[in-house]
C-alpha cells in the first residue's frame, strides 16, 4: 500500500545546530507539503512543492529550508535550530488538482521536535 | 489565499450529545474540505465539498457548505468517545493548485 513516512519520529536538539527532517511517500504525488503544529494555531504551511526542483514557500518559511531532488522526497532543513521551533511537524503529499474529484491531503505520522 | 475562521475552539460534550464546529470566511469560498486528527495523531481527510448549499453525510457526521459558499458546518449526532479529536476545516487554493489553508480547529472532548 502507498504510504507517507516521516524520520525521525522524535528528536532533540540544541539550539543552533542544523536539524533535518525527513519524508517519503510512495503515493507518487506531485505535491508535498511541511506543516508545523502548535497549540493555538493549528496546521501552518512551512514549505510546499508541486513537482521535482520546485519549492515555494508557506506563510511560516523564516529558518526553513526545502529541496526536491525526486517525486517521493522532500526533506526538511532547519538551519540553526531554534526554542521556538520545538513542535510537532507534518509532512503531507496529495495528488494532480482536480475540482471534480477529492483532493486530499495525505500526512504523514509527524516529527516531534525539541529544541532545547 | 482564502482564510477561514473556525469556532469553537474547544467543546466538551457529554457522550450521546450533538456536537457543531463552524467554519466561517468574509469571502467566497471555491471549496471546504474537513479533517479530523485523532490524539497524538495525524489529521485525516473526511469530505471535500464545491458546491452551493451542499450537505453530505457519513454515518452520524453531516457536512453542509453554506448557499453564499462563506461558510460550513460539521455537525455530529449522539458523539461517542471514539469522536474525539480536534476537527479542521481547510481551503483548497483555487487555480489548479494544491496548497491547503486551514482553520484553527476545534477540539473535542467526549465526557462517557
Known amino acids: 500500500d502507498a504510504e507517507i513516512t516521516q524520520s525521525p519520529r522524535h528528536k532533540i536538539t540544541e539550539t543552533g545546530r542544523q536539524v533535518t527532517l525527513a519524508c517519503h511517500q510512495t503515493?507518487?504525488?506531485?505535491?508535498m507539503f511541511w506543516y508545523r503544529q502548535d497549540l493555538g494555531h493549528g496546521l501552518r504551511l512551512i514549505h510546499y512543492?508541486?513537482?521535482?526542483?520546485?519549492?515555494n514557500k508557506g506563510e511560516v518559511s523564516d529558518g526553513y529550508s526545502v529541496s526536491r531532488s525526486n517525486t517521493e522526497d522532500l526533506p526538511l532543513t532547519l538551519e540553526s535550530a531554534a526554542s521556538s521551533q520545538t513542535s510537532v511537524y507534518f509532512c503531507?503529499?496529495?495528488?494532480?488538482?482536480?475540482?471534480?474529484?477529492?483532493?486530499?491531503?495525505?500526512f504523514g505520522p509527524g516529527t516531534r521536535l525539541t529544541v532545547l | 489565499g482564502q482564510q477561514v475562521m473556525q469556532i469553537p475552539q474547544y467543546q466538551h460534550v457529554q457522550e450521546g450529545e450533538d456536537f457543531t464546529t463552524y467554519c466561517n470566511s468574509s469571502?467566497?469560498?471555491?471549496?471546504i474540505q474537513w479533517y479530523k486528527q485523532r490524539p497524538g495523531g495525524h489529521p485525516v481527510f473526511l469530505i471535500q465539498?464545491?458546491?452551493?448549499?451542499e450537505v453530505k453525510k457519513q454515518k452520524r457526521l453531516t457536512f453542509q457548505f453554506g448557499e453564499a459558499k462563506k461558510n460550513s458546518s460539521l455537525h455530529i449526532t449522539a458523539t461517542q468517545t471514539t469522536d474525539v479529536g480536534t476537527y479542521f476545516c481547510a481551503v483548497l487554493n483555487s487555480g489548479g493548485y494544491q496548497k491547503v489553508t486551514f482553520g484553527i480547529g476545534t477540539k473535542l472532548q467526549v465526557i462517557p
Open positions: 503531507a503529499s496529495s495528488g494532480l488538482a482536480d475540482m471534480s474529484s477529492y483532493n486530499e491531503q495525505f
Open positions: 512543492s508541486y513537482g521535482v526542483h520546485d519549492t
Open positions: 503515493w507518487n504525488h506531485n505535491n
Open positions: 469571502t467566497t469560498l471555491s471549496n
Open positions: 465539498l464545491v458546491k452551493s448549499g
